[in-house]
């Protein structure tokens, strides 16, 4: 099962930051940017039977940037 991506808006002002450690716009859209880019990691490499990839093959939803690993139940 993959992870989805965060479907968060970006910040465009430092609305509401103060002393109490609120992020800026800046540290916020960076953190936005640096999840997803793990989810992304995470995601290309998947662990599957032979079952599940050949449906995946099946229905062509193999997906180009992944690795799939087959493994034995």
Known sequence: MAIEKLTIGTKTANQGVNASGKLTA?????LVEKV???????????YITQEEYDALLENN???????YNIFEE
Not at 36 to 46: Q, R, W
Not at 61 to 67: A, C, G, M, P, R
Request: proline share 0%; no cysteine; glycine share 0%.
């Open 26 to 30: 800046a540290e916020f859209n960076k």
């Open 36 to 46: 997803n880019e793990m989810i992304a990691s995470v995601n290309s490499t998947v």
């Open 61 to 67: 939803q193999i997906i180009d940037t992944v690795e």
